[in-house]
């Protein structure tokens, strides 16, 4: 499981911002662009969850590994 705080510091890296906070989610959305990303409110996520979105927001498997790596170690 990855800390939601380095997730969120990715997210940043990658331009997103955050936009609102919903029920149990808070929506963080590309700068410029109309992708959003919903990050759960808990303090650890999954690494599925992680690796699908970053995925979606356009990063290749071996930067995601890599990430998943250092988040890890």
């Known amino acids: 499981m990855i800390s939601r705080q380095q997730y969120i510091n990715k997210l940043r890296e990658l331009d997103y911002t955050f936009k609102r ?24 996520l999954e ?5 699908s979105s970053l995925r979606q927001a356009g990063r290749s498997p071996e930067e995601i590994h890599a990430f998943l790596a250092a988040c890890k170690s």
Do not use: M, N, S
């Open 47 to 51: 690494d599925e969850f992680v690796t």
């Open 21 to 44: 906070q919903a029920k149990r989610v808070d929506l963080w959305r590309k700068r410029g662009g109309t992708h959003y990303i919903a990050v759960p409110q808990t303090d650890r």
